[in-house]
């Protein structure tokens, strides 16, 4: 039987290695080869959950640690009817932050366990392929002030970036690091190739369960 999804890929990274600019130029670039390929976006703000998380990293509400975790994770579950029939579809889902950074955020906090962050989101849909911009902080600084968001500080980041270097010592994953201190288009042109791969890989396959 033949069988051809969209493949599901994930773009994770801490605070301005570029997974925004990159995951739009990887978009467009599948589409300018013919390829459907959309991109999503994690937290979604647009929903009734996402806007409550809006408000929690815009510091306009206050949520206990633990809660807003859920929510982040609610969110991704939200929308897994939706990524399940793009990919059915054959479109290929390129997304801006997912599961990981979810548990390498919280995990971040005093009082967090990596096992503990994980549990909320076993059996989210599995990305097939997931690229970590790795991006020295000294470097990301040089890009731009932080904003005034919640987690914008350098001091939460450097937690944040060694929770994702335990999480990709997971080999359930498939993970990629890409050195994200080089130009835009340097770091593109690794991306277009890791993603041809995947693409191909992946649609013969069935779509797997995260940490399962
Ligand atoms: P993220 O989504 O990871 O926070 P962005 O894609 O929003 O990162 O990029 C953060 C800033 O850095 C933006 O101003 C963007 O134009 C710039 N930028 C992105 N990639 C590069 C790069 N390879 N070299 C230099 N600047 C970059
Ligand atoms: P951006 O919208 O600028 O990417 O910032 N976060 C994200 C979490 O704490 N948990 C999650 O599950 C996800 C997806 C990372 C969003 C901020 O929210 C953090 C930065």
Excluded at 19 to 30: D, E, G, P, S
Excluded at 156 to 177: A, H
Excluded at 204 to 210: D, I, K, Q
């Amino acid at each position: 039987m033949s069988y051809r999804r969209g493949a599901l890929i994930v773009l994770e990274g801490v605070d301005k290695a570029g997974k925004t600019t990159q995951c739009k130029q990887l978009v467009h670039a599948l589409q300018q080869s013919g390829r459907p390929a959309e991109m999503m976006r994690f937290p979604d703000r647009t929903t009734q959950i996402g806007q409550l998380i809006s408000c929690y990293l815009e510091k306009k509400n206050n949520l206990e640690d633990h809660t807003v975790h859920l929510l982040f994770s609610a969110n991704r579950w939200e929308m897994v009817p939706l990524i399940k029939k793009k990919l059915d579809q054959g479109i290929i889902l390129v997304v801006d932050r997912y599961a990981f950074s979810g548990v390498a955020f919280t995990s971040a906090k005093p009082g967090f366990t990596l096992e503990w962050c994980k549990q909320p989101d076993v059996g989210l849909p599995k990305p097939d392929l997931v690229m970590f911009l790795q991006l020295n902080p000294n470097v990301a600084a040089e890009r731009g002030e932080f904003g005034t968001e919640r987690y914008e500080t350098s001091v939460f980041q450097r937690t944040v970036q060694q929770r994702f270097e335990q999480l990709m010592k997971d080999t359930s994953v498939n993970w990629k690091v890409i050195d994200a201190a080089r130009s835009i288009e340097e770091v593109h042109n690794d991306i277009k190739v890791l993603c041809e791969n995947s693409i191909n890989a992946s649609e013969n396959l069935p779509l797997g369960e995260l940490w399962k």
